[in-house]
């Protein structure tokens, strides 16, 4: 899923949701951000015009006045929301991907012009910013940058940038290299970087070549910033099921014990892909665990088969001995008859895929 956040200085403009459609179809954007809508209220207000075709949810952050204001927008099929956690410069959603199952905390941010007000919002942001297993991603307009060069023409504020690294340090996001545009804002001969996105070190670890670049500015003076996770989908792993198995012991137990568990308050399509993915790690936790029983109890069979063939040489085996010969030798064939089985079902499966094979 790619993300997508621009301050749009005002929804008023037709032309602006011409902008953003374009932007989302031509970048595949699952998650809008808007920052600075300047609506004091969005009841009624049609932020279809934003997203275009096809089915999308959004929630919103009333303006002060005409200050501020956030609006998010995102794919439901893509998207499973869980919870919304709302503050005036700040909107987080949280949820889930359909596309692979993981969590995902999405926060829109328009920080305060203050940094009395911008530390208070920090504090609160570090407060839901957990170190979990979900993917974090926070973007929108910080109104601060982290150093002196991104900034030109216009006064820099070492305490500001001071304070505003050491959250991003606290809350331990990082931010992959910008590309596209060295300034997201410029007005005038005055250019700034304000504009950001960060991300969890999960997500560095997930998606280390994601790319993060600024666009042109259009509709806007802020540039809008879109974040590309890198396509590594080669396919499902491959997950060979063979019929020997059905006759196995534990596995009708196994997956009567998984198919019974309750995954959690989730909808019905996340909570199958939950499902079925315990129940393939399961199946291979299990089948893992007898092929290594059986390689020792193979190896011992064959042992005990090899000493009493050797006994035989110097003497009749005893009655007790001879049992012990019986049932090594038939386990041994029941054994080997798992693997014909399987050997036979691979032939025929890669018969079916190539074909008899041309001379």
Request: charged share 35%.
């Amino acid at each position: 899923m790619n993300f997508l956040s621009v301050n749009i200085r005002g929804l008023g403009s037709d032309d602006k949701g011409t902008w953003i459609r374009k932007l989302r179809s031509s970048n595949a954007i699952g998650f809008i951000m808007l920052q600075e809508t300047q609506f004091a209220s969005l009841e009624g207000f049609d932020s279809g015009r934003f997203w275009g075709q096809g089915k999308y949810e959004c929630d919103w952050v009333d303006a002060t006045g005409r200050s501020g204001g956030l609006v998010s927008i995102w794919d439901p099929k893509r998207f499973s929301v869980s919870r919304v956690i709302k503050n005036r410069f700040f909107l987080c959603i949280r949820g889930v991907s359909n596309d692979d199952g993981k969590e995902f905390s999405v926060v829109n941010v328009y920080a305060p012009q203050k940094l009395r007000d911008k530390r208070l919002s920090w504090a609160e942001l570090d407060g839901i910013i957990v170190q979990d297993n979900a993917f974090w991603v926070v973007a929108g307009d910080f109104n601060c940058v982290r150093d002196r060069t991104e900034r030109r023409n216009s006064k820099f504020n070492a305490l500001v940038s001071n304070k505003f690294n050491d959250f991003i340090d606290k809350v331990q996001m990082h931010e992959f290299s910008l590309k596209g545009r060295k300034f997201t804002f410029v007005t005038g001969n005055k250019c700034s970087r304000i504009d950001r996105m960060f991300v969890s070190w999960n997500f560095v670890n997930e998606w280390p070549n994601a790319e993060y670049r600024a666009l042109a500015r259009e509709e806007s003076d802020h540039c809008p910033l879109v974040l590309k996770i890198e396509a590594r989908n080669f396919g499902p792993k491959p997950f060979r099921f063979f019929n020997s198995w059905l006759q196995r012991e534990g596995l009708s137990v196994l997956v009567e014990k998984v198919c019974s568990e309750d995954f959690g308050n989730v909808s019905a399509q996340i909570g199958l892909m939950r499902k079925l993915r315990c129940l393939k790690s399961s199946i291979i936790e299990w089948k893992k665990r007898w092929s290594s029983n059986e390689a020792e109890e193979e190896y011992n069979l064959k042992a005990e088969v090899r000493d009493l063939d050797e006994i035989v040489d110097d003497r009749d085996l005893t009655e007790a001995e001879l049992w012990v010969f019986d049932e090594a030798k038939n386990r041994n064939r029941g054994l080997d008859d798992f693997k014909k089985k399987d050997i036979k079902q691979k032939a025929r499966i890669r018969w079916a895929r190539e074909g008899d094979e041309k001379y």
